[in-house]
T-cell receptor, first 112, second 114 residues
Framework: DADVTQTPRNRITKTGKRIMLECSQT?????MYWYRQDPGLGLRLIYY???????NKGEISDGYSVSRQAQAKFSLSLESAIPNQTALYFC???????????FGPGTRLTVL | AQSVAQPEDQVNVAEGNPLTVKCTYS??????LFWYVQYPNRGLQFLLK??????LVKGSYGFEAEFNKSQTSFHLKKPSALVSDSALYFC????????????FGKGTRLHILP
């Protein structure tokens, strides 16, 4: 969905490096989410945010941090990347009074 | 604990045949249920949802899903499969409490054979 964009789309990095994945949305939604997708494990929630001042941990937040710079921007950081963080990362948004999530195209991250 | 199960990792169906992708759920309270589809190198796209009302929900691309409260199931169906339906399908349930999270199943890969 072009309304939710993620940068970069692909990234290869080395163990120990700091990485930031960025998400921007033009849907005007207040709720934003970061997921990671691993084969056979589906999507697992890393962090989510109800608005700029309300950020919550998901089920697998260890090793990750986030920043909600504005309503439209939600960044995910890996302070010191490790190989088992190799995955496909998705950002998603949702409006307060709607049920449907809208996903970005994903960022494929490889940690060597 | 709230959860979603997709018992089949992969489903193979011949083109033109009906297809079913299974999903069962476990939630407290009334479930908000969703199906999403993921095509290669794309993000997830919304297909359909059940919130309340008619147990048969119609969605995009000719898909429908049947909510069965007694069996706690929400199976995805299509009367006649197309090769272009080949993709990864995710069932999801919304947790309707303050956390307001959506829990996804592990996904089912659907192969439509020409």
């Amino acid at each position: 969905d072009a309304d939710v964009t993620q940068t970069p789309r692909n990234r290869i990095t080395k163990t120990g490096k700091r990485i930031m994945l960025e998400c921007s949305q033009t849907k005007g939604h207040d709720r934003m989410y970061w997921y990671r997708q691993d084969p056979g494990l589906g999507l697992r929630l890393i962090y989510y945010s109800f608005d700029v001042k309300d950020i919550n941990k998901g089920e697998i937040s260890d090793g990750y941090s986030v920043s909600r710079q504005a309503q439209a921007k939600f960044s995910l950081s890996l302070e010191s990347a490790i190989p088992n963080q190799t995955a496909l990362y998705f950002c998603a948004t949702r409006g307060t009074f709607t049920d449907t999530q809208y996903f970005g195209p994903g960022t494929r991250l490889t940690v060597l | 604990a709230q959860s979603v199960a997709q018992p089949e990792d992969q489903v193979n169906v011949a083109e033109g045949n009906p297809l079913t992708v299974k999903c069962t759920y476990s939630v407290s309270g009334n479930p908000y249920l969703f199906w999403y589809v993921q095509y290669p190198n794309r993000g997830l796209q919304f297909l359909l949802k059940y919130i309340t009302g008619d147990n048969l929900v119609k969605g995009s691309y000719g898909f429908e899903a049947e909510f069965n409260k007694s069996q706690t199931s929400f199976h995805l169906k299509k009367p006649s499969a197309l090769v272009s339906d080949s993709a990864l399908y995710f069932c999801a349930v919304r947790v309707t409490n303050r956390d307001d999270k959506i829990i996804f199943g592990k996904g089912t890969r659907l192969h439509i054979l020409p």
